[in-house]
């Protein structure tokens, strides 16, 4: 071989050498890049990715840096409007909003120990910090991550720059432009300056936005002569001013009642004021005196054009708003909103007209100390639709009544309860009926009734003796239908009646007739008897399914929002459900009809067209009620007396020169004088035909038998009851097979013996002092719309 081929051949051998088996490259893996390492970029690489992504980012953010400005509190004043509402027509009601109650005022205006009492509460390192809080900012994108609320906690200069905002949307693009101005105002603006924009855009709650405006709103005087205990009352309101103004805003949410409110806002204000003097703010001397006494509000003030009953509109229908969408109060309040409500012009003032003429013919409060402090609420509501076209809600802001009496909780409705009850017998029937029970069965009529539970025990008082229903007045009216009954509004049968057929079952009815959870009382015997709260509205509403035939529409106020012209979506019409079977409602009111035709509605038969009502007056007269309708619109009316100091219910014997006030007296004149004028010009529809429902079941005790009747009930005036007194039938021995009591026939009836108490009359009847809490028990103590009529408690 010659010396090229050796070559050669060594060369092959060379690279055949060079090429290590399975085992030597991994003994030897410094032999070359193979494997994993082939894959890894290069130092260089990273290196320039790093630079080029770092710079990118100093890039964008000196970019956003640059093209966002800093935030003007003129700016924001500027900005905010008002919110216009219309009549159902189109045309304008009113319009109110921030723009009225808004001054700003320079930082030496603001007093020393308003600007620490912020700090201290908000935002301790404010005079330190570069104004961005990058962990709140971090908490708020981890929350928005997880789908839960994106705020987080902010400094008082991200508070200013959300102020000047209109839109308070949580989005990851907000919170970085808010992160991005929040820098820049920290760099442009000294903290003087963030401090007098943060207390002048800041909302205090009753529309009151700015230091100046809140110190105007709330104590009467200008900014700079508040005093440090007001001051810390006022840094407390800005946690959140429906729940820390001591006024309460139960229309807004039931947990933020007067006396809840009042509680968390004393709290606030002390540990405010103890934590300026933590701080070295408050010397002990001044903290003692301010810490003595708590600063005291004034109470609420109309607004320009919030007068008359355009106040309770605007309440209703701001309730509604909030209620239906995802604004906040304060987005509302900034203003910029059109609200087009279902309310009708002639038909609120034909209300308003009917509840003044009525009370200047009938009350004297000048004259007679018991016509002081007389209420009227009322609310008419379209059947087939639930559209609110007229309220009542008092007096007037302008005459320091801020309450609306339409839509209010704590007022009993005695027996216009009644239809629930006899509703429920003719849709479920009795423990001791087969099926639907019919109006025509007879109950025990007479007065001091021994209540039985389903399986023929006494209902007992917590004394181990027999609860004794009772009714108005003495009368033996025996065993009487229960048509008859609610002609008369006699008690006994509907409370007797209700343990038969289950409480719960009556409250069900209730229930999907339009009454909301939160307004029902306690279940016992005087539930038949409307010891519940509902508000007129939701009364009104309830009624409306029996005229509408058992179709249920829940009441509303507002059928269009806009936001600066745009559409909000969310404010469709309610959807219309059969609540209840149609001849169950048709039955239910041609036995209302028979009230007014010759019971104790008497009084609405110069109305001259087809109705239907109940009457209803509650224990020791404190509230009197009449619901009426028509096909085309049912209303309610409560009257009531209220200390204006504790707010609980008073006694209405001896008002209006009467001995008692009864539903059939005048609130039944006030629902007639507006039925006149509303309906003027409109036909008398009449009502579907009852067609026969249910057997004939009497109760335990009846006589004899009563044959199923084979046509539609009807009892004429000269059917009246024998005024010899009948003797309360011995109760039967309990039997075993039977464990319903009354709340329905369960496995665990609760507890039937539990007691009954105070039952709602027409006449104010009252029962014997029993254990149980009711809201007749002693006076009922009112609230303001407890959760209200769109969504909350109230009813």
């Known amino acids: 071989m010659g010396a090229a081929g050796a070559a050669a051949a060594g060369r092959g051998r060379g690279r055949a050498a060079a090429v290590p088996d399975k085992k030597r490259l991994i003994d030897y893996p410094r032999a070359g890049k193979y494997g994993w390492q082939r894959w890894m970029p290069s130092w260089k690489l990273v290196s320039g990715l790093c630079i080029g992504f770092f710079g990118s980012l100093v890039a964008v953010a000196g970019i956003g840096y640059a093209m966002v400005g800093v935030p003007n509190e003129e700016n924001a004043a500027a900005l905010s409007?008002?919110?216009?509402?219309?009549?159902?027509?189109?045309?304008?009601?009113?319009?109110?909003?921030?723009?009225?109650?808004?001054?700003?005022?320079?930082?030496?205006?603001?007093?020393?120990?308003?600007?620490?009492?912020?700090?201290s509460a908000e935002n301790k390192t404010f005079y330190e910090d570069s104004g961005v809080d990058p962990m709140g900012i971090a908490r708020a994108l981890a929350n928005m991550a997880r789908g839960g609320d994106t705020q987080?906690?902010?400094?008082?200069?991200?508070?200013?720059?959300?102020?000047?905002?209109?839109?308070?949307?949580?989005?990851?693009?907000?919170?970085?432009?808010?992160?991005?101005?929040?820098?820049?105002?920290?760099?442009?603006?000294?903290?003087q300056e963030i401090l007098q924009g943060?207390?002048?855009?800041?909302?205090?709650?009753?529309?009151?936005?700015?230091?100046?405006?809140?110190?105007?709103?709330?104590?009467?005087?200008?900014?700079?002569?508040?005093?440090?205990?007001?001051?810390a009352f006022l840094a407390a309101l800005l946690k959140g001013p429906t729940y820390y103004d001591p006024a309460g805003n139960a229309s807004l949410d039931s947990s933020a009642s007067a006396k809840a409110n009042r509680k968390r806002s004393e709290e606030r204000w002390g540990w405010i004021l103890e934590q300026m003097h933590n701080d070295d703010k408050l010397t002990d001397a001044q903290y003692q005196k301010a810490i003595k006494k708590y600063p005291e509000p004034q109470g609420r003030k109309a607004t320009k054009g919030m007068s008359g009953q355009i106040s309770y509109l605007v309440d209703t229908a701001k309730k509604y708003v909030l209620n239906h969408s995802d604004i906040t109060e304060q987005q509302f309040d900034q203003g910029g909103y059109q609200i087009r409500t279902t309310f009708e012009k002639?038909?609120?003032?034909?209300?308003?007209?009917?509840?003044?003429?009525?009370?200047?013919?009938?009350?004297?409060?000048?004259?007679?100390e018991l016509d002081k402090h007389v209420q009227f609420g009322a609310a008419s509501v379209k059947p087939k639709d639930g559209a609110i076209v007229a309220l009542y809600g008092g007096a007037g802001y302008e005459n320091g009544h801020f309450n609306n009496n339409a839509d209010t909780s704590g007022v009993p409705v005695g027996s216009t309860w009644k239809p629930f009850v006899l509703a429920a017998a003719m849709e479920y029937g009795t423990y001791r009926s087969d099926g639907p029970l019919s109006p025509m069965s007879k109950y025990n009529g007479n007065d001091r009734l021994k209540v039985l539970n389903n399986d023929g025990s006494y209902v007992l008082k917590k004394d181990n003796t027999p609860f004794l229903q009772k009714n108005e007045s003495d009368r033996a009216?025996?065993?009487?239908?229960?048509?008859?009954?609610?002609?008369?509004?006699?008690?006994?049968?509907?409370?007797?009646?209700?343990?038969?057929?289950?409480m719960r079952n009556v409250r069900d009815v209730?229930?999907?007739?339009?009454?909301?959870?939160?307004?029902?009382?306690?279940?016992?015997?005087?539930?038949?008897?409307?010891?519940?709260?509902?508000?007129?509205?939701?009364?009104?509403?309830?009624?409306?399914?029996f005229a509408a035939a058992g179709k249920q529409a829940a009441p509303y106020s507002v059928t269009s929002v806009k936001f600066n012209g745009q559409e909000i979506d969310g404010f469709d019409k309610p959807r219309i459900t059969q609540a209840m079977p149609e001849n169950v409602a048709n039955n239910v009111t041609d036995v209302l009809e028979n009230v007014i035709q010759n019971g104790t509605g008497k009084n609405a038969l110069s109305l001259g067209r087809t109705a239907a009502g109940k009457t209803g007056t509650t224990d020791e007269n404190k509230s009197a009620w009449f619901v009426g309708y028509t096909q085309q619109l049912s209303t309610s009316v409560a009257m009531f007396r209220e200390d204006p100091k504790s707010a609980r219910l008073l006694s209405m014997n001896g008002t209006a020169g009467e001995e008692s006030i009864h539903g059939g007296d005048v609130p039944t004149l006030v629902w007639t004088e507006y039925m006149k004028a509303a309906l003027k010009g409109k036909p008398d529809l009449g009502f579907p035909e009852a067609e026969p429902i249910g057997d004939v079941q009497d109760a335990?005790?009846?006589?004899?038998?009563?044959?199923?009747?084979?046509?539609?009930?009807?009892?004429?005036?000269?059917?009246?009851?024998?005024?010899?007194?009948?003797?309360?039938?011995?109760?039967?021995?309990?039997?075993?097979?039977?464990?319903?009591?009354?709340?329905?026939?369960?496995?665990?009836n609760g507890g039937q013996n539990g007691g009954a108490d105070n039952g709602g009359t027409d006449g104010g009847a009252s029962t014997e002092p029993t254990p149980t809490d009711t809201n007749l028990d002693?006076?009922?103590?009112?609230?303001?719309?407890?959760?209200?009529?769109?969504?909350?408690?109230?009813?």
């Open 778 to 795: 002693g006076g009922s103590t009112r609230g303001n719309g407890n959760g209200g009529i769109f969504g909350g408690p109230a009813g």
């Open 700 to 748: 335990v005790g009846a006589p004899s038998p009563t044959p199923t009747p084979s046509e539609t009930p009807s009892e004429t005036p000269s059917e009246t009851p024998s005024e010899t007194p009948s003797e309360t039938p011995t109760a039967p021995s309990p039997s075993p097979s039977d464990t319903c009591g009354f709340f329905g026939c369960e496995e665990d």
């Open 152 to 191: 987080g906690g902010s400094t008082i200069t991200q508070q200013f720059v959300k102020n000047t905002y209109l839109s308070q949307e949580q989005t990851v693009s907000r919170k970085f432009k808010e992160m991005f101005i929040s820098i820049k105002v920290g760099t442009k603006l000294t903290k």
């Open 477 to 502: 009216w025996g065993y009487i239908t229960l048509r008859k009954a609610m002609e008369q509004s006699v008690n006994t049968p509907f409370v007797q009646l209700g343990m038969d057929v289950g």
């Open 510 to 545: 209730a229930e999907k007739a339009g009454i909301l959870d939160g307004s029902f009382a306690t279940l016992n015997p005087s539930f038949a008897l409307g010891t519940s709260t509902p508000s007129a509205i939701r009364m009104a509403d309830a009624y409306a399914t």
């Open 81 to 119: 409007q008002n919110n216009v509402y219309y009549w159902s027509n189109g045309q304008q009601m009113v319009a109110t909003g921030s723009g009225q109650n808004r001054q700003n005022v320079t930082i030496d205006r603001i007093p020393k120990a308003m600007q620490e009492a912020v700090i």
């Open 198 to 231: 943060y207390l002048n855009t800041s909302y205090y709650g009753r529309g009151a936005y700015g230091i100046q405006a809140a110190a105007q709103t709330y104590y009467g005087k200008d900014a700079h002569e508040l005093e440090p205990s007001e001051c």
């Open 346 to 368: 002639s038909k609120v003032e034909a209300l308003a007209k009917a509840v003044k003429k009525v009370e200047k013919e009938k009350l004297d409060p000048e004259k007679r």
